[in-house]
Each structure stands twice: as structure tokens, then as C-alpha cells.
């Protein structure tokens, strides 16, 4: 056998192991990328008060009424100020109409706010608080006009950092916009879950 013909068809035959390799990377990459999918699919995320999420319960032009939330922790008027923002971020929503009685709406949204803590995150070089996070906790129940729950979030919570300073009239402002800030969040979060 001539030299010409002995070196191709080592040619030849080494080229279906070299489609083969290709292949199998070409298989890894897809796996791979598959695999991210996944992961990022399943890790829940999703944008908050922008997806219809129906849920069990439909609220589709449905009037929702809201009660001021039970405070069940010592910092003192902090459910008006959650209250408040999830009645903001409600109003907001095309899909429901908020209303003030409980005669006029089809479902109520009843709430307890069961958590209120800081968390101390960083010292400054003297030692003295510098930054906190502020954790509020609710259980929160969708009932319908017969006073039957037909959903409950329990527990739901969210929190904010903040900055502190020697001043403290400063710290008790700054935590209370702390409190904002995380009510809003819970706000969008539910919005999100309801609609």
C-alpha cells in the first residue's frame, strides 16, 4: 500500500473520534447550559407585583379591604406604618380595588406583625454600633366575605440596614426609614403573591 493512501485513511480514521469528541463537548455545553436554567428557574426568583400569580384564589376585579395590622411586639405603632404601605402598594394594582369596609369588599387582608428586631452588623474602631438590620416579621391571611381563609402567608418577613450615628434622635429616624423601606419591600413581595 502506498505511503499517500497508509496516511489517509490514519486520516480517516481518526476524524470519527474527533467528530465524537466534538460531539460529547457539544453535549457537555448543552447539559451545562440546561443545568443553569434549571438552577436559575428553581431558585423562585421572580418580579414582585409585576406577574399574575393567581394563586388558589382568582382577585381579578375584586375588592379587597384591609384591617390595621395586630402589633404583637413591644416597638409601638409600627403596624400603622406596614399597614399603610401594603394598602399603598395594593391601590397601586390594576388587577384589585381596595376599599374601606369590610361590607364592601370581597376579600379581607388580615395581619399580625409577630417580629421586630435589630440585628447589630458592624462595630466602628471604638466600638460602637455602626450599621443594623432591622427584621420585621408578619402572618398575614386572605379571607373571603364568609370569614373563611383562603390564603396565608405566616411567616413572611423582610428587613433594612441602616446607618447609625452619635445622635440619637438621628438613629430613631433613620431606623424608622429603615422600617419603611422593609415594609415596602413586603409590600411588593405580597403583591406580588396575591396578583
Excluded at 457539544?26 to 447539559?31: A, C, G, Q, R, V
Excluded at 406583625?113 to 466602628?124: I, N, P, Q, R
Excluded at 413572611?156 to 446607618?163: G, P, Q, R
Aim: net charge neutral; glycine share 6%.
Amino acid at each position: 500500500m502506498p505511503a499517500s493512501q497508509a496516511g489517509s485513511r490514519g486520516f480517516e480514521s481518526r476524524r470519527p473520534l474527533q467528530d465524537f469528541v466534538s460531539q460529547e463537548k457539544i453535549l457537555n455545553i448543552k447539559l451545562a447550559s440546561l443545568f443553569v436554567v434549571l438552577v436559575i428557574l428553581g431558585c423562585g426568583y421572580s418580579l414582585s407585583g409585576r406577574t399574575h400569580n393567581p394563586g388558589p384564589v382568582d382577585l381579578q376585579g375584586k375588592r379587597i379591604a384591609v384591617h390595621i395590622f395586630e402589633n404583637l411586639t413591644t416597638e409601638p405603632d409600627i403596624e400603622y406604618i406596614i399597614t399603610r404601605e401594603i394598602v399603598a402598594e395594593l391601590i397601586r394594582a390594576p388587577r384589585v380595588k381596595v376599599v374601606r369596609s369590610d361590607n364592601e369588599a370581597d376579600y379581607v387582608l388580615q395581619g399580625k406583625v409577630t417580629g421586630y428586631s435589630k440585628e447589630l452588623l458592624a462595630l466602628d474602631y471604638q466600638g460602637r454600633a455602626q450599621y443594623y438590620r432591622l427584621i420585621i416579621t408578619l402572618r398575614l391571611k386572605l379571607v373571603d366575605a364568609s370569614g373563611k381563609a383562603v390564603m396565608k402567608w405566616d411567616p413572611i418577613s423582610e428587613d433594612a440596614e441602616y446607618h447609625t450615628t452619635l445622635d440619637v434622635q438621628i438613629n430613631k429616624e433613620r431606623e424608622r426609614e429603615a422600617l419603611r423601606r422593609a415594609s415596602q419591600e413586603l409590600a411588593q413581595l405580597l403583591a406580588g403573591m396575591l396578583l
